[in-house]
């Protein structure tokens, strides 16, 4: 019954494939293998980040439970300040930049979706790999574009389907390079990339027939080279690149990240995710009663800006991957400790006056004694707006932006 409904199924796959029937005279190992080639020296890049970019966020610091998946617990380092902007900027930033490759290698092996599957054993076992590669990188960009234009329409929690997706595309990415890589290496010999980048249109010609059944056996005319394709996604991802740059600039060419909602600011000042509007917090909450409730003691906002002052040009990274450098002033969150009377803090625990995912987030002890690691009070020379966290927030070099709580209420140093 099953098996007559699936070869049903087979014959009508078959037909359908019959009348596409994929004819691009360019199609075939070697430009495959030219895009595998791309993938396969960048996209290791996109996932070491994107991991690393997790043991920043450190345990148990963003809800979400990943269970047996969690990294070995490694304490992120603040030095040097930039590292998270780096690591995040590079994941997303080439994660965005790789998309037209990604869809040109889905396209050049389109013919196989319709290919009959076969009996061998190993062929079978390579398609299945086929679809933990596919279906996790699509479900990575679609996850990740997502995220980074509209932080949390999701119904489930993006960090924890992010990351579960990503190890489901790791598994079939490394079993793909192993099964695949010495056909890719084959089919590079194949032909010369030289050879190609100077072959009009007119004179293309299909590469001989594959075992893989990549090439078409009935190929039309040329339309264009295949120095022409790889013009088209090559050129895709620069002017993406190009568009989305500009979110890890300061300066006149900030205003060229057209793609990203963070991009854009008002004239003088730096993006702003979550507006004090948008927290719900209540005015009265963050006025003149405000306190900073550190367990021993209770300190106004006069009494912090009495205390002594560190100024220290720090970024804002975004784990949606826009970042900026700022000069911040506040009072250091080691001198908040010992006012604390908590000489050796072995961490911190920050808490927001606003409820919700942000209200809480925990800090290392080397996090909480770097002499930048401030609990800020100004920025460039002004008192905090609310949208930046009036009347205290925190921030502490290579920290994700995520942690760098706003409105903050208490900070509970351990010992
Ligand atoms: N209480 C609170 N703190 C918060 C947030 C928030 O929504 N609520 N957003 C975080 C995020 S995701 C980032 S990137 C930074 C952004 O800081 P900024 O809005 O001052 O640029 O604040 C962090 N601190
Ligand atoms: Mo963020």
């Not at 490759?101 to 599957?117: D, E, G, N, Q, T």
């Not at 090439?215 to 264009?224: C, G, K, N």
């Not at 009265?284 to 009663?289: E, F, M, Q």
């Not at 006056?353 to 002499?371: H, I, N, S, Y």
Request: charged share 15%; glycine share 10%.
């Amino acid at each position: 019954m099953v098996t007559e409904r699936l070869g049903r199924a087979r014959a009508a796959l078959a037909s359908v494939a019959m009348r596409i029937r994929w004819r691009s005279p360019i199609r075939g190992p070697w430009l495959t293998s030219v895009f595998g080639l791309v993938l396969l020296c960048a996209l290791p890049v996109v996932i070491v980040t994107g991991l690393l970019d997790w043991v920043a966020y450190g345990p148990g610091a963003i809800p979400a439970d990943v269970g047996a998946l969690h990294l070995p617990r490694l304490d992120w380092p603040t030095r040097p300040a930039w590292l998270f902007r780096l690591t995040q900027g590079l994941h997303v930033g080439l994660g965005i930049v790789l998309v037209p490759v990604v869809l040109a290698k889905l396209w050049s092996v389109i013919p196989k979706l319709f290919a009959r599957p076969d009996r061998n054993l190993l062929k079978l076992a390579e398609r299945a790999t086929l679809v933990l590669l596919v279906g996790g990188i699509l479900f990575e960009i679609v996850t990740g574009l997502l995220n980074i234009q509209y932080d949390y329409v999701f119904g489930f929690s993006f960090y924890a389907a992010h990351y579960a997706g990503a190890w489901v595309f790791i598994a079939g990415f490394v079993l793909h390079v192993a099964l695949k890589l010495p056909t890719m290496v084959r089919s590079l010999r194949s032909r010369s990339l030289r050879t190609e980048l100077r072959t009009p249109p007119a004179r293309t010609r299909p590469e001989p027939p594959d075992e893989g059944g990549l090439v078409a056996p009935e190929p039309d005319p040329p339309t264009t080279s295949r120095r022409g394709a790889l013009a088209l996604v090559g050129g895709g991802a620069v002017l993406l690149a190009g568009l989305t740059v500009g979110q890890t600039l300061d300066g006149p060419l900030r205003a060229t990240a057209l793609l990203l909602p963070r991009g854009r600011t008002a004239p003088g000042d730096f993006p702003v995710n979550r507006t004090f509007v948008a927290s719900g917090i209540s005015p009265d909450a963050v006025g003149t009663g405000w306190r900073l409730d550190l367990g021993a003691v209770r300190l106004t906002r006069d009494e912090l800006a009495a205390l002594p002052q560190h100024t220290a040009d720090l970024p804002i990274a975004c784990v949606e991957g826009w970042s900026t450098q700022q000069t911040w002033s506040g009072v250091r969150l080691r001198d908040l400790a010992a006012l604390a009377g908590v000489a050796d803090p072995t961490g911190a625990t920050v808490r927001s006056v606003e409820e919700g995912p942000f209200a809480r987030a925990a800090l290392t002890a080397g996090q909480v004694l770097d002499p930048d690691s401030l609990l800020a009070l100004r920025v460039n020379g002004s008192d905090l707006t609310r949208d930046h966290g009036y009347p205290a927030r925190v921030i502490v070099p290579a920290l994700p932006g995520v942690h760098c709580t706003k409105w903050v209420a208490a900070i509970g140093f351990s010992r």
